[in-house]
């Protein structure tokens, strides 16, 4: 079964009808573009399925099973991840405290800070940052500590991670790193869903590719077999 299924949603606001009866499946294990025109609906499907808006019909099920997440905690508990724009981490305290923040080792009632330490820096030892562990997290560009806050979610429990047009603040090396975090998270069975403007980056590190337009879906497809002028036609109509 697929880790996350979204079957005919529905999105009303007071002037708009944003979604119209929207499917979407994930996958475990894949990178997920979701695409389509500005006002398309795509930040709006993600805010259901990670509980900033509740729908006003359709069903959503993970691991088969029914969920009614009121907001991004619940959605968190259940095992959806969001990682936004603005990073939602401490910049006193240093990078290895920030990964594990409210989740530290601890030892006789104590933080094991040596473990804190140690375990940090071999978390982010695949992903060529450059980074001290034992620094202040606000020592590192807004994009490094974007990408911290990603790579803490490889060591949480999450089964869906949604990124929502990431690399706005990225440059081009940090884009690959972030792209070298989304591949290892894939292989770790995790399903992530990518919103971006960038088709370079969708066909770079896209496994399957969803496209709304004007609040329907268009359908679902492999981004190995998609071509570029025929997904560009998807999105335009
Ligand atoms: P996208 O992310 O694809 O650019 P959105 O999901 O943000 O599209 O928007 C889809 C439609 O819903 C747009 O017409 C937008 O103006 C409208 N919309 C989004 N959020 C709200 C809101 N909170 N209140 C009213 N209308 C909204
Ligand atoms: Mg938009
Ligand atoms: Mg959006």
Redo the contacts with the bound molecule.
């Keep these: 079964t697929p880790v996350l299924q979204l079957k005919g949603i529905h999105k009303k606001?007071p002037?708009?009808h944003?979604l119209k009866g929207v499917d979407f499946t994930l996958r475990a294990g894949e990178i997920h573009a979701l695409l389509?025109e500005?006002?398309?609906?795509?930040?709006?499907l993600i805010k259901v399925m990670t509980g900033v808006y509740q729908r006003d019909g359709g069903d959503i099920l993970l691991d088969g099973t029914p969920i009614f997440p009121n907001n991004t905690g619940d959605a968190q508990a259940l095992g959806i991840s969001t990682v936004y724009q603005e990073v939602n981490l401490l910049p006193n305290l240093t990078v290895a405290h920030n990964i594990y923040l409210g989740r530290e080792p601890r030892r006789f009632g104590l933080i094991n800070w040596s473990k804190v330490n140690r375990d940090a820096a071999e978390l982010l030892k695949g992903y060529d940052l450059d980074i001290d562990v034992t620094q202040p997290l606000s020592r590192y560009s807004i994009a490094v500590q974007q990408l911290i806050a990603i790579a803490r979610g490889v060591d949480m429990s999450a089964k869906v991670l949604i990124l929502d047009e990431p690399t706005a603040s990225l440059d081009a090396d940090e884009v690959q790193s972030l792209f070298r975090i989304m591949r290892d998270l894939r292989s770790k069975g995790i399903g992530i869903v990518f919103v971006t403007h960038f088709l370079d980056q969708v066909y770079a590190v896209c496994d399957r590719i969803t496209i709304?337009r004007s609040a329907e879906l268009v359908g679902e497809f492999e981004a190995a077999t998609l071509s570029r002028p025929e997904l560009i036609g998807h999105m335009l109509g």
């Excluded at 500005?38 to 709006?44: D, I, L, P, R």
């Design positions: 606001f002037s708009v944003a389509g500005n006002g398309a609906g795509k930040s709006t709304l």
